[in-house]
Nanobody, 121 residues
Framework: QVHLVESGGGLVQPGESLRLSCVAS??????????MEWYRQTPGKERELVAS????????NYGESVKDRFAISRDNAKNTVYLDMNNLKSDGTAVYYC????????????WGQGTQVTVSS
């Protein structure tokens, strides 16, 4: 059974930083064969892609609103993906979800339960 468990969310003030982690287990094809992504969602809005990383140390994609402030990385030895969020703004308040997608097979996707991030003074 696949499990993706996010952690690291919490309450921070604008301008502060936060690191999210997501540990995966039970992935059928092995962790390194999955593209890892972070999404976020606020009530009444669609889930938004924040960052995506297919290969450790490879090219990362970022949502326009977080470019130059967020960084995604992964440690395949630990089956873990990270999201470093710097200079957080109030629009960063959301539930952040980790997603594992089998590379080149879009139909194979797994989601975590999400972790709440609140940016407020």
């Amino acid at each position: 059974q696949v499990h993706l468990v996010e952690s690291g969310g919490g309450l921070v003030q604008p301008g502060e930083s936060l690191r999210l982690s997501c540990v995966a287990s039970g992935l059928t094809y092995g962790y390194s064969r999955y593209k890892m992504e972070w999404y976020r969602q606020t009530p009444g809005k669609e889930r938004e892609l924040v960052a995506s990383l297919a290969v450790a140390g490879g090219y990362a994609n970022y949502g326009e609103s977080v470019k130059d402030r967020f960084a995604i990385s992964r440690d395949n030895a630990k089956n873990t993906v990270y999201l470093d969020m710097n200079n957080l703004k109030s629009d960063g308040t959301a539930v952040y979800y980790c997603e594992a997608q089998k590379r080149n097979v879009q139909s194979i996707r797994h989601w975590g339960q999400g972790t709440q991030v609140t940016v407020s003074s």
